[in-house]
Every structure is written in structure tokens, then in C-alpha cells.
């Protein structure tokens, strides 16, 4: 299909482990966001890309969170030594990012990767 | 913290009755936008208002927009039991970064 793409959909892991998570955005679209969701929570942001540069990460909740887009097309989320409080839902978005009036920001979800840590 | 809040938490309605959440923000914004969310899977856009204007309509949705309350509205008419699901509200700063979602509304539609 030509939706926004997450790997893998389930990770199940033991503390102390690292993890990645990948997105493949729609193809062209400039902007790509990661976000986490807590069970019946709001997606709570982490960071987000134009092409290949990190525009923010201010969301990112410590520095065992990274992320990368290294050519401007899928993105990955690194967690190093999980914790169990690193389980959730996390999914990315992306939208096209263009510049000017016609440029509404809407943003097209994955279906998101479930991350636990036991 | 997030800056979107929908109200109510949980909405449950008969078919056919029209269901209408509500979202307050706190600054300033581009544009807001409502989105559905289906029992855990990715959230789909539904509809946008822009910061100059006042109400939108698509379909079986209204949504509308009071920049001086900061906050906004979305009525579904005539509900459907498909309409069952989470919504949530966006708020979209002018640098299109953060978009900000509330903890949502639950609507359960009844059939």
C-alpha cells in the first residue's frame, strides 16, 4: 500500500535491551513525526524531521531516545536499555511539508509499533 | 504537556442521535484539525479549521472554531454505530512542529 509503514507492528523485549523501530513514510512527504501513545492517551510527540534534518526533539524523554532519517525517506527510533516504562504504543506520522497557503499540516498515521519491555 | 483537551472523556449515544465533543487549546494556532481513532489502530484525519475561519462542515461533521475561547467543536449527526472510535483534536502552530493532541473523546454509538 501507500500508507505510512511501521516495523515491526509487536517487540517484545527484556530490560536492559536495545530496540529500533522503523518508519517508512509516504512516499514525497517531506515531513515525518514520531510519536508515543499511552493506552487511552493522546499521542504525546517526540520529534520530528524535514527531509533528513531533525527540526525537534525536544519530545525525546531522555537521552536513551534517538532518532535518524539519514536519507530523507524511512526514519528510526532508537531506544537504548529499555525500561518498562518505555512500553507503549509508538507510532510516526508524515505529511508533505510544503511551504506555503496550501500546506495544512495534515498528517497521515502508521499503525504504529507496540513496544513492551518486561 | 499537551495542549489540546477534549471534553467530554466518554460519549455514549443511540444510533441516530447527533454526538458533539469539545476541545479547549491555550495558544496560539494555524489551524486545527480532529482526528478518529479506531480501538488502537492509526489515527485517521478527519477535517480541518483554519485559525480565520469560524465553522466547517464534511458530510456529517461540523466543526467549528472560537479563536477568542480558544476552542473548538465537532458535532456528528446522526451517528452511526460505526462512528464508534476516539476522536481527538490537533493543534497546529504556524511552523507546523508539535502538533499537540488532547487525551480525546470515546464515543460509543449504540445500536
Known amino acids: 500500500g501507500a500508507g505510512v509503514s511501521q516495523s515491526p507492528r509487536y517487540k517484545v523485549t527484556k530490560r536492559g535491551q536495545d530496540v529500533a523501530l522503523r518508519c517508512d513514510p509516504i512516499s514525497g512527504h517531506v515531513s515525518l513525526y514520531w510519536y508515543r501513545q499511552a493506552l487511552g492517551q493522546g499521542p504525546e510527540f517526540l520529534t520530528y524531521f524535514n527531509y533528513e534534518a531533525q527540526q525537534d526533539k525536544s519530545g525525546l524523554p531522555n537521552d536513551r531516545f534517538s532518532a535518524e532519517r539519514p536519507k530523507g525517506s524511512f526514519s528510526t527510533l532508537e531506544i537504548q536499555r529499555t525500561e518498562q516504562r518505555d512500553s507503549a504504543m509508538y507510532r510516526c506520522?508524515?505529511?508533505?511539508?510544503?511551504?506555503?497557503?496550501?500546506?495544512?499540516?495534515?498528517?497521515?498515521f502508521g499503525e504504529g509499533s507496540r513496544l513492551t519491555v518486561l | 504537556s499537551q495542549q489540546g483537551e477534549e471534553d467530554p472523556q466518554a460519549l455514549s449515544i443511540q444510533e441516530g442521535e447527533n454526538a458533539t465533543m469539545n476541545c479547549s487549546y491555550k495558544?496560539?494556532?494555524?489551524?486545527l484539525q480532529w482526528y478518529r481513532q479506531n480501538s488502537g489502530r492509526g489515527l485517521v484525519h478527519l477535517i480541518l479549521?483554519?485559525?480565520?475561519?469560524r465553522e466547517k462542515h464534511s458530510g456529517r461533521l461540523r466543526v467549528t472554531l472560537d479563536t477568542s475561547k480558544k476552542s473548538s467543536s465537532l458535532l456528528i449527526t446522526a451517528s452511526r454505530a460505526a462512528d464508534t472510535a476516539s476522536y481527538f483534536c490537533a493543534t497546529v502552530p504556524y511552523n507546523f512542529n508539535k502538533f499537540y493532541f488532547g487525551s480525546g473523546t470515546k464515543l460509543n454509538v449504540k445500536p
Open positions: 495558544t496560539s494556532i494555524n489551524n
Open positions: 506520522a508524515s505529511s508533505i511539508g510544503t511551504s506555503g497557503a496550501s500546506n495544512t499540516g495534515e498528517l497521515f
Open positions: 479549521i483554519r485559525s480565520n475561519e
